[in-house]
């Protein structure tokens, strides 16, 4: 079956939501939304607990900007008391302008170093959590952490002719290594007649991430089209990127990031990437 029916059926069964922003990395969004509450929601409640729209981001690392969107995120627990807890996550990038005839190769390059890039990306993650003083509640925003996610994602391509495939299906597995700095001093923020409370607010966190990521594509043709040499030289199917990233809350909804996505691959630039991002506060979840 062609890719363009594939996707057609992927939309369906994700009920149609795409209506997408997108660019770099909305690491944000696990971060957000990962809160012991909704852990322990998922745990009790027999379907998991779900949300659509959690988080939105945009950026520039030369090419034609996008907006990504957590459009789907459902929270379950495989064990008992909201042990073991995963999430399944949709999201969907969309360009905001249409990209040159000149800037067609970096514009699948972005999505292909991006963790959350591509048209679609599904996938299933699980996070752990260290060195947060040994209060749970403030372990979302405090501390080191931990995050394994793998699934597919679905790279569209720009000058899309009639009767062509325009997708390049990818399989991706990442791992990522989080630190999260509380700028606001903790005996204050906890105090009642302060105005931040960090166990409930992003505000002033400074975060601190290296992920890796390990992709293969699922179907060459297209990724051929594009990253072929002029001497015939297929492209390398089986790529590693890894993304250092530094990330900084200027609100509990809005952080500013910045960050490199580095390869030792000739066909595949590296890119300093800048990000803003608008995600779900923690303190209403």
Same mark, same amino acid.
Do not use: C, H
């Given at each position: 079956?062609?890719?363009?029916? !594939? ?22 969004? =696990? ?5 012991? &509450? &909704? &852990? /322990?929601? =998922?745990?009790?409640? *027999?379907?998991?607990?779900?949300? +659509? +729209? ?10 034609? *900007?996008? !907006? ?7 929270? @379950? ?11 399944? %996550? ?32 599904? $996938? ?12 749970? $509640?403030?372990?979302? !925003? ?16 720009? %000058?899309?002719? =009639?009767?062509?495939?325009?997708? #390049? ?11 999260? #700095? *509380? ?24 975060? @601190? ?23 015939? #030289?297929?492209? %390398? *199917?089986?790529?590693?990127? !890894? ?7 200027? /609100?509990?909804?809005?952080? +500013? ?15 300093? @990437? @800048? ?11």
């Amino acid at each position: 079956m062609k890719l363009k029916y !594939v996707l057609v059926m992927l939309a369906i069964g994700a009920g149609s939501v795409n209506v997408s922003l997108a660019q770099y990395d909305p690491d944000y969004i =696990a971060d957000k939304d990962s809160t012991n &509450e &909704e &852990e /322990t929601a =998922a745990a009790k409640a *027999p379907g998991g607990g779900s949300n +659509f +729209f959690s988080g939105f981001s945009s950026g520039y690392s030369g090419s034609a *900007p996008k !907006v990504t969107a957590q459009s789907y995120k459902l929270g @379950f627990s495989l064990g008992k008391d909201g042990a073991n807890y995963w999430e399944l %996550n949709l999201f969907n990038s969309v360009p905001t302008v249409s990209p040159s005839a000149t800037d067609t190769v970096e514009y699948v390059s972005n999505d292909l170093r991006k963790q959350f890039g591509g048209l679609a990306n599904f $996938s299933l993650s699980k996070t752990a959590y260290f060195g947060y003083g040994g209060d749970r $509640s403030v372990r979302d !925003v405090k501390g080191f952490q931990t995050d394994f996610r793998f699934g597919v994602k679905l790279v569209d391509t720009p %000058n899309r002719k =009639a009767g062509t495939d325009f997708l #390049i299906p990818v399989f991706q597995s990442t791992f990522d290594v989080r630190y999260l #700095i *509380p700028l606001i001093n903790a005996r204050k923020a906890t105090d009642e007649r302060s105005r931040v409370d960090i166990k409930k607010s992003m505000v002033g966190n400074l975060s @601190f991430r290296v992920s890796g990521s390990y992709m293969s594509i699922i179907n060459t043709t297209t990724y051929d089209l594009y990253y072929a040499t002029k001497q015939g #030289i297929l492209p %390398n *199917p089986n790529l590693l990127v !890894v993304t250092p990233e530094m990330r900084f809350y200027v /609100t509990n909804q809005i952080d +500013f990031g910045v960050g490199y996505s580095y390869n030792n691959y000739d066909f595949l630039s590296n890119a300093v @990437f @800048f990000s803003i991002s608008y995600g779900t506060p923690k303190s209403s979840n």
